[in-house]
């Protein structure tokens, strides 16, 4: 599951939750139980979670392609700590009002890169994040569990803004992708002296911006010797 669609399925779950309607998954929920090792893993979690304020608010059970996943959410006032579970800990996310950060590019932000532990290595201890993360969290005691979440907000805005700008250049590369396979062709066929097959290419180029200065000499020589 990429970040992006994580993120609106989490804001969706986080508006459901807050409408009083915390059920997303339809009927999966009345038949699947939250999977055991998340289950263990969070009563590593729940005492300092407590301790913060934190009480366990709901799971949300679904099955897709790949399996069961869990999404376990804790919450205090406006702030919400959610954490999804397949085969391991797949994210975690921090809240506050509609602002939403994921648990490496929060610590990032705030400066402890180096620090964090999870995600750490994989592991067949599947408890073994838990403790990352339970490590983890004494970094964010005075931003998110006792603060005002000032950076958070900020953090989350240039989050947000990564995840556009990396759809942006993915539609992008999309969007030109066919016309770089045929200024491919049409330089072999360049290369090879077949100009009139060359510049037929050339023509068939839907975005001309992408042309290079070659590309465009290249045409022109192709004009001038069919």
Not at 15 to 23: R, T, V, Y
Not at 60 to 74: H, L, M, R, V
């Amino acid at each position: 599951m990429q970040l992006s669609s994580v993120l609106q399925r989490l804001l969706k779950l986080a508006k459901n939750l807050i409408s009083g309607n915390p059920d997303l998954s339809g009927k999966a929920n009345d038949y699947m139980n939250p999977l055991p090792e998340l289950v263990k893993g969070l009563e590593l979690l729940k005492p300092f979670l407590t301790k913060q304020g934190f009480k366990f608010d709901n799971y949300e059970n679904d099955k897709g392609s790949g399996g069961q996943f869990t999404i376990a959410t804790f919450t205090n006032g406006n702030k919400k700590f959610v954490i999804g579970y397949r085969f391991s800990i797949g994210y975690v996310i921090y809240q506050y009002c509609d602002y939403t950060v994921n648990h490496s590019y929060y610590l990032d932000g705030l400066g402890y890169a180096e620090q964090k532990q999870f995600p750490g290595f994989q592991s067949e201890d599947k408890l073994r994040p838990f403790r990352y993360i339970l490590h983890d969290f004494d970094f964010l005691i005075n931003d998110f569990f006792a603060g005002d979440c000032s950076e958070l907000k900020i953090i989350a805005k240039q989050q947000k803004e990564s995840i556009e700008e990396c759809n942006r250049n993915a539609q992008e590369e999309y969007k030109y992708h066919h016309d770089k396979l045929n200024i491919y062709k049409a330089r072999q066929e360049f290369k090879d002296k077949n100009y009139k097959t060359s510049l037929t290419i050339y023509n068939e180029i839907e975005y001309p911006e992408i042309l290079s200065d070659f590309d465009r000499k290249a045409i022109s020589y192709c004009k001038n010797h069919l």
